[in-house]
T-cell receptor
Framework: DTGVSQDPRHKITKRGQNVTFRCDPI?????LYWYRQTLGQGPEFLTY????????KSRLLSDRFSAERPKGSFSTLEIQRTEQGDSAMYLC?????????????FGPGTRLTVL | KNEVEQSPQNLTAQEGEFITINCSYS?????LHWLQQHPGGGIVSLFM???GKKKHGRLIATINIQEKHSSLHITASHPRDSAVYIC????????????FGTGTRLQVFP
């Protein structure tokens, strides 16, 4: 247990439905990252926050994806009008940004299956 | 754009064998990360290194900055070492972001 939690751990939904995932980082960590991982691949960066500010969004993140970190603590990732191609593991990580010691701590992931 | 390549993709070993997993990247970096992912998805950070060598238990990570290459070694491998090992490096245009390799799937048999 790294101290980063994600909820739910598994989500099965029908195409076209909206889903929302939650990530609770380690409490003192100011940075929070979202990644997506498909089978047989390494994680791919989606977006990240420093406190409540969203600093960058990957071009992988279509308009159907939105992420928030309203109070600089937990974060949510919402996918609207899900498609089968959204099926993947969604990973969250947090870090305390310091020079040269930005180790990221990963949560267990949310596995999304879109039918 | 920084590309990360790992080899081999899959690796099987007998318990007790010495394991080496390789990672090559294309542009200069400040640090390289080695991560372990067990079935079920959880990822654990093993090492972050910017030069030389680091050791933690039976795991040793080395990096050669000039050759843009890193290796992860496991001594006296054990079935519980079976996992996917992933290396990651900072993006060349935004060092806050990590670019990940596709991982090396290791299976250690008793």
């Amino acid at each position: 247990d790294t101290g980063v939690s994600q909820d739910p751990r598994h989500k099965i939904t029908k195409r076209g439905q909206n889903v929302t995932f939650r990530c609770d980082p380690i409490s003192e960590h100011n940075r929070l990252y979202w990644y997506r991982q498909t089978l047989g691949q390494g994680p791919e960066f989606l977006t990240y926050f420093q406190n409540e500010a969203q600093l960058e969004k990957s071009r992988l993140l279509s308009d159907r994806f939105s992420a928030e970190r309203p109070k600089g603590s937990f974060s949510t990732l919402e996918i609207q009008r899900t498609e089968q191609g959204d099926s993947a593991m969604y990973l969250c990580a947090s870090s305390l940004s310091r020079l040269n010691t930005d180790t990221q701590y990963f949560g267990p992931g949310t596995r999304l299956t879109v039918l | 754009k920084n590309e990360v390549e790992q080899s081999p993709q899959n690796l099987t070993a007998q318990e007790g064998e010495f394991i080496t997993i390789n990672c090559s990247y294309s542009v200069g970096i400040s640090a390289l990360h080695w991560l372990q992912q067990h079935p079920g998805g959880g990822i654990v950070s093993l090492f972050m290194l910017s030069s030389g060598k680091k050791k933690h238990g039976r795991l040793i990570a080395t990096i050669n900055i000039q050759e843009k290459h890193s290796s992860l070694h496991i001594t006296a491998s054990h079935p519980r070492d079976s996992a996917v090992y992933i290396c990651a490096v900072p993006s060349s245009y935004n060092t806050d972001k990590l670019i990940f390799g596709t991982g090396t799937r290791l299976q250690v048999f008793p």
